[in-house]
């Protein structure tokens, strides 16, 4: 994921609003050595092992974004990712059609709805829809109908899997422009490549001879918990509207640099990690800070909130 690496460290060179702290930066390092990676795949996703597993991934990572507006979302008492993930197992697991290209591209709000079934209404439904559909009409057209035939044809190539996705699903083309330059991110793809290693264990349809190049995934949680730790630092006036909790607008210079600086410096976490003596792949971080971000410590600055479907 050269582009994505290359494009992050470019806007943090040139950014107004964000910088990586090089002192915390050494001291995140420290501090994240104490933690263990622990993954989360037993008991969470559905996983049997097959194509279907592919598939629930693909559906999964295809609406994985925007679950912090209030008043938020829950299933099973469950709320954000952990919502999601549990309610499309459930409805696997129930029989609903959820996996088939052919139901996916005519859903309608009223069938999403019910899937995901709690407590107030999933945000951005009507967005998460129109994903779906096209989820559904682009495998059938290209894919036999199956994610795994999307995989497979990229060769076990996770960057080319995360091309092929960009190619040709609009609502993976998580891309933006900063000072006339494009930039890319590539946050759900890159995740859907991620959810593929851990759910096969690095085989079969997991399997990728260059999951090393795989980098952060740019959302709203993991920049929370860099922050925390003061290696992302905000000037005052964008410190002052994420703490007022004021939405930021999609493709906007703040938004960007946020992003931008969360790939760059979990590279940086990375190469400091390296040498304290433990190897960690930028996606491994990734997941680490990320599940650091769901304890009460790392959540006492809030994240930034922008409405939109790439995270």
Request: charge should be negative; include cysteine.
């Amino acid at each position: 994921m050269g582009k994505v690496l290359e494009s992050a460290q470019w806007v943090i060179e040139h950014a107004e609003h964000v910088a990586i702290d090089e002192e915390a930066l050494r001291r995140g390092a420290r501090e994240l050595t104490k933690y263990s990676l622990d993954l989360v795949w037993d008991g969470l996703h559905f996983r049997d092992g097959t194509e279907r597993t592919v598939q629930y991934l693909f559906v999964l990572d295809s609406l994985n974004f925007c679950f912090w507006p209030e008043s938020r979302w829950r299933y099973r008492d469950l709320d954000g990712y952990v919502a999601l993930a549990t309610a499309l197992k459930d409805a696997v697991v129930r029989g609903d059609r959820i996996l088939d290209a052919a139901f996916l591209a005519q859903m309608d709000r009223a069938q999403l709805r019910e899937i995901l079934d709690g407590e107030n209404e999933v945000p951005l439904i009507d967005e998460r829809v129109s994903v779906l559909r096209e989820a559904g009409t682009v495998l059938q057209k290209k894919y036999n109908g199956q994610a795994a035939r999307l995989v497979e044809r990229a060769g076990r190539s996770a960057e080319y899997l995360v091309e092929l996705l960009a190619q040709d699903f609009s609502s993976f083309r998580d891309e933006a422009l900063y000072r006339g330059c494009r930039v890319y991110f590539y946050k759900r793809a890159q995740i859907f490549c991620a959810d593929l290693y851990g759910a096969f264990e690095g085989q079969r349809w997991g399997e990728f001879v260059d999951i090393d190049e795989l980098t952060a995934f740019a959302d709203y949680k993991v920049p929370q918990v860099l922050r925390q730790l003061g290696v992302l630092r905000y000037s005052s006036e964008l410190a002052a509207r994420i703490d007022r909790r004021e939405e930021l607008l999609s493709g906007s210079r703040e938004e960007i640099e946020i992003r931008a600086g969360t790939i760059w410096a979990v590279e940086l976490l990375k190469r400091e990690l390296e040498k304290l003596g433990k190897s960690l792949r930028s996606f491994e971080i990734d997941w680490l800070l990320w599940n650091l971000g769901q304890r009460e410590e790392f959540r006492k600055s809030p994240y930034h909130r922008v409405r939109t479907i790439f995270y």
